[in-house]
């Protein structure tokens, strides 16, 4: 079972990167020393509550949606995707981990909602309730992206529709086996009476079915409340939160010991997550060596996490959405009303060296797959400086030095002696040791090529 008890040694290097890597959107060297010597609990807490105030949003956002006028709302899908890419890239925090967690747990997609504004306010619930899960299932339910998205807003007293009360079970809150199909059926009873009135969903008691149902063992003239309640005070709930936060952050395959250890804190702190964060993610458990590079990287982690790490962050906000998309998670656009499946289903015959090529191109400054180079938000040339992260570094001078430290940053598994010598070899291209300068004008490429060697490895995949 999971060890929840306190990781009390000062973070190291590796632990502080491991923890980055886990929680955030980019892990960089100065990031990652500053917590070096930091205890787990302290690093954790700062990462919880780091003072975030609600992104900026489209000048769109709050103007109710014009239902009849197709094409605008067409237009307005890049514009969303590329504010959500947007605050992703600028904040790339622990919040903002949970966002993404929450998206693809509460899934919709831009092709039935259709309305960015109504996508624009489940990323505002989401955002503002990324660690209440209670007032996070509450507001879901009068979501007006979800309402449309599984067709809540057409379900009424006498004619409910199911889809919704099938997946609050199946995807959104106890997992299969925990329900029955009778439960389904009553529950999307007590489901009926909303609406979408601009931008809210509204409900109306007259349009509700208000009699006795027989939810998950309980009977009564269950309304909407009633299931919310009853199915967070089921135990299988607090499982299924469990199982979702153990997988995103610690291992995709936890043991059922593990689960309902964490369960237990859920269940404690009434599904206040960032109580049970704190206890998570500075425990034993999660810095546990067995568990480190076991986790592989979204495309949503690579692309952003690459700029992070090389400074980038003025980077063309489209590209992103692009790049993205050509990996197989484009934004507010999952596959299924599952999700993205992740893990082992991001990597693929064909998106692992895509996923190659896209980071080899970054490094060099270029877009993959075209020939033209990187651009920022203001559409001008954008060269990550590679150079500048290596005199970053404590030792920028000392070529072996270089070597592991860079493959100390960008993997998050040890090198062998005998990987070093071949990203040795690489980076010197011919030159001996004692050759090596920073500051010589061959620096750059051969820095690039050190880079592009690490990505190309598949240790790079994964975090």
């Not at 000062?10 to 491991?18: I, M």
């Not at 904040?91 to 039935?112: A, K, Q």
């Not at 050759?435 to 090529?449: G, T």
Request: glycine share 6%.
């Amino acid at each position: 079972m999971i060890d929840l008890s306190p990781h009390t040694t000062p973070l190291t290097f590796e632990d502080a990167a491991h923890l980055l890597r886990r929680t955030t959107l980019g892990a960089t060297w100065d990031g990652i020393t500053q917590r070096v010597g930091q205890s787990a609990t302290a690093v954790v807490a700062s990462l919880l509550n780091v003072p975030e105030s609600a992104p900026a949003e489209p000048a769109w956002a709050n103007q109710p949606p014009e239902v009849t006028d197709f094409a605008m709302a067409a237009k307005l899908w890049p514009e969303l995707q590329q504010w959500w890419a947007n605050i992703a890239i600028t904040r790339g925090s622990l919040r903002e981990r949970m966002v993404m967690l929450w998206h693809n747990t509460f899934t919709t997609d831009y092709i039935t909602a259709y309305y960015a504004q109504w996508m624009v306010g489940q990323s505002r619930l989401l955002r503002a309730n990324a660690y209440d899960f209670r007032a996070l299932a509450t507001g879901i339910i009068a979501d007006p992206a979800m309402l449309r998205y599984l067709n809540g807003d057409q379900s009424i007293k006498g004619n409910p529709n199911e889809n919704f009360a099938r997946e609050w079970f199946e995807l959104f809150t106890l997992g299969v086996g925990n329900y029955t199909e009778q439960d389904i059926v009553e529950a999307s009873r007590a489901f009926t009476g909303w609406r979408i009135t601009g931008l809210k969903g509204t409900y109306t008691r007259g349009l509700a079915d208000l009699g006795e149902k027989t939810i998950l063992g309980q009977t009564g003239s269950w309304e909407w409340q009633d299931v919310l309640r009853i199915t967070l005070d089921h135990p299988a709930c607090a499982r299924w939160v469990a199982a979702k936060l153990l997988r995103t952050f610690v291992t995709y395959y936890p043991t059922d010991e593990d689960i309902e250890a964490v369960a237990a804190l859920v269940r404690t702190n009434n599904y206040d997550l960032s109580k049970v964060l704190a206890v998570l993610l500075s425990s034993k458990g999660f810095f546990d060596p067995a568990i480190r590079s076991s986790l592989i990287k979204s495309p949503a982690e690579l692309v952003i996490g690459l700029a992070a790490m090389c400074d980038a962050m003025s980077i063309d906000r489209s590209y992103v959405v692009a790049s993205m998309t050509r990996l197989s998670q484009e934004p507010f656009y999952p596959p299924t009303v599952q999700g993205w499946q992740g893990h082992h289903a991001w990597i693929t015959t064909s998106t692992f060296p895509l996923r190659q090529r896209y980071a080899e191109s970054f490094i060099d400054g270029k877009q993959s797959g075209v020939a033209t180079t990187l651009t920022d938000t203001e559409g001008k040339k954008l060269t990550p400086d590679v150079v500048a992260v290596v005199r970053g570094l404590p030792n920028p001078q000392d070529a072996v030095k270089v070597v592991e430290d860079m493959a100390r940053l960008m993997l998050s598994m040890p090198i062998t002696p005998q990987q070093r010598d071949v990203l040795l070899e690489i980076m010197l291209a011919g030159a001996q040791v004692y050759e090596w300068d920073v500051n010589a004008p061959s620096a750059l490429q051969r820095i690039k090529f050190l880079m592009q060697a690490i990505v190309r490895m598949p240790e790079y995949q994964l975090m």
